[in-house]
């Protein structure tokens, strides 16, 4: 094997070996287990922006081996893999930092951070999986790994959030499995490949592509929260803040949402599953989705708990500009599949400062902290406008390319779900940034601890400062030929100028 075969598996090995590695030691090695938290973010960062200057220069990078019944296990680096890698491993990173500084005085930190390691390593081959089967593998192992994140603080609280957590997660598996494994008898194994592979077989299968099709997206829904599949993700709100930040930004609903998007594109092909008809119902769902998440949302006063109603409809997006027939909605899906998670881990930080610090977790306890916490209020402040879709924020690039994706695909009625979306959105923010910035507060704030001069920990600090400034430039740079937006188009043409 040579380093284009290697290096999809030397990606995976950074943070698999690291949290095997993790696991071995004792809760008092805290300098060795920080070392190899952040070594192992920073050899997978710099392995994948190697392979993105490799692919930038037509360099390609597969690993591929046989085995069983038929089966290989295949990963490769392709342009929309790049997508969710790149977010994985960037975001990883400052999770890693974040989440040292957020545990710092709990136990169990060697668990913890060993199964943290397993989830991004599960995320990294989900985006990287070249067939159904290895995606399969990575979706699977990214429940085993999650769960035990969900349930770490071990309260009856928690264990009962995990048990839903499997319930909804071990389903949607089943259904995936379901689906694959009856794909595999009728076409045989098949890669994932632009444009789709399906398109040739034999009309007497639609009648079984058409249900395989609805086993995939019920199976994936699960994890991108899809309505009425989505009540694991509020109840798993209990988890620590890091782990709801990586839950929402890289983990589990983007690997569903990610799920989504193969299914239709790389394995039906959009033109296929409009031929077949699929297309519009998973439109319907999409907003449905994104309707309902913020309906709830506004009715939310823990403040962790409206993030998540907000993540079930932001996630939706992606499957909406999927399922609309047009590069300009497919540019608008795929870019807010990297748009929300940037915007939504900032928010989660900020959320998990709040609640460390001073103890606010509930949004009617949040007057005037934005005078105790300027900086971090700051940064979900931009976070929350990008959710709104205010310019120049990543989450107006979002909104814009889908709801001109609505008008080019024939169907305006979608315009009218981002533009009340778009109101509820405000309606569900905007009273938390006036309680923050324009009320007093109510009392004195207690404290957790001195911080020193700044207004909290470092390691607390400083990552969600990095990605609300990033919520920021990733809008305002939205046309330099490195953004998200610019890989989204590349990807959207592959998929209607093949």
Known sequence: MNLHEWLPLLILGSSLLTGICIFFLAEEQRGLRTFLNLAGAFIKLALVVYMVVGMARGETYETRFPIVLGFDFVLKADSLSLLLVGLSSGLWLLTTVYAIGYLEHWKNRSRFFGFFSFCVTASVGVALAGNPITFFIFYEFLTLSTYPLVIHRGSVEALRAGRTYLWYTMAGGALVFTGVVWLHVLVGSVDFREAGVLAVVDPSLYPSLTLIFALLICGLGVKAALVPLHGWLPVAMVAPAPVSALLHAVAVVKAGAFGIV?????????????????????????????????????????????LAYSTVSQVSYIALGVSMIGATATIGGLVHLVHQGIMKITLFFCAGIFAETVHVKAISNMNGIGRRFPLTMGAFTIGALGMIGVPPVAGFISKWYLGLGAMASGQPWVLLVLLGSTALNAGYFLPVLYRAWFRDPDGPWHEEGPVGRLEAPWMLLVPCLITGLLSLLTGVFAGADWSPLSLARIIAMKEYLP
């Open 262 to 306: 193969r299914v239709v594109y790389d394995l039906f092909g959009v033109q296929f599953a409009d031929q077949l008809g699929l297309l519009t119902p998973l439109t319907i769902a999409a907003s449905i989705t994104i309707l309902y998440g913020s309906l709830r949302a506004l009715t939310q006063d823990d403040l962790k708990k409206r």
